[in-house]
């Protein structure tokens, strides 16, 4: 089958036939904290999962832009492309920085589904998401490097097998040359994930604590002290896949809540209606700047630091709706006894636009949209300094 850039309508159907399989039933019914392995399993025996890479890899040699289609046609059905994103955007990375070694290695492994190299290390308790503060410290002993250390908010963590992580490997040279990327096996003594109970009740995120961890010494992707370069295009894929998934989600959501609105009698109060328009305006606001996004990479181009404006603009609009949503459900807000988290890779019910636990779920998820792959300062930051060239905030004395 042709799966090249011009036969994105078939990629479309033959995931969206896919996609229809798994229904709202489905997703609702995951547990929190689990993965879809059914639904996973799936997409990866017919190729999906593994589209980002080349065919002599044992991919299906997508471009960019075919492989946000299929997150799209996940997003679009109710799923939660939050299953497999992190694996396109991790072999993206991989695909750019590996060596030829981890190439033939790692990416017949992740296209086949024998790994899953979806968890990414590099937030601190102390350094927070500043790439340059990290105190993960490396050093080499033969054949291996050893690392200790400590992170922090760490996605999936305690579903992947690897961690790609962020470690100082040159801890006398500048801030940021001296920081290597390293592919760190998780099934080791050395390695310990702690689970992190957010206020939804779930436990998404994690802290990974690293003693005396060992990683081959080949197992560095982009070069020795090469580790931030490699980190930030990571990022910029992960940030970059919002703008095909993101407006879809959110249209999806911002529907559900005017249908509530409608509902409880509250779509004829004229400051309701005026926030609904404007988080209306702002969906589209992001369903343009994806879809510029998406045509910048049906043309060869990788994300980079204009990421930063698509993940800085959704966060902040999801704190702005789902504060709406609350403020729509009135007392019924506090009515949440007895209510399930979420799974972390389940999506809303379509079908409850009253359900009060399904949005207040969805009212304490969106607070850490802001956080999570970059909080909103650094967003501005990278937005500032290295799109806008501002010049960079001056050291406190």
Sequence with gaps: MDRSAEQHDVIRTEVRRLCDKYGNEYWRGLEPS????????????????????????GGGGLSLGGASVILEEIAASGGNPSACHAQMYVMGTVLRHGSEEQKRHYLP??????????????????????????????????????????KIWTSAGHLADHIFTLARTDPDGPKHKGISFMLVPMDQPGIEVRPIKMISGDSEFNEVFYTDARVPKDDIVGGLNNGWAVAMSLLGFERGEAAATAPIRFQAEIDRLTAMAQERGKADDPIIRQRLAACHAQVRIMRYNGMR????????????????????????????????AIDILGADALDIQGRRPPSSFSTDDPGAANSSASWVNT???ARAGTIYAGSSQIQRNIIGEMILGLPKEPKPA
């Design 293 to 324: 996004v998406l045509t910048q990479f049906l043309k060869g181009h990788h994300p980079g630091p204009d990421a930063a404006i698509g993940k800085l603009f959704w966060s902040e609009y999801h704190k702005v709706v789902t504060e709406l």
């Design 363 to 365: 009212f304490l998820n």
């Design 109 to 150: 492994q992740v296209a086949d589904g024998r790994k899953r190299l979806q968890a990414f290390g590099v937030t601190e308790p102390i350094a927070g998401t500043n790439t340059t503060a990290i105190r993960t410290r490396a050093v080499r002993d033969g054949d291996v490097w050893r690392i200790d250390g400590q």
């Design 34 to 57: 689990t993965y879809p392995e059914e639904f996973v399993a799936e997409l990866t025996a017919q190729g999906w999962l593994g589209a980002l890479i080349p065919e002599e890899y």
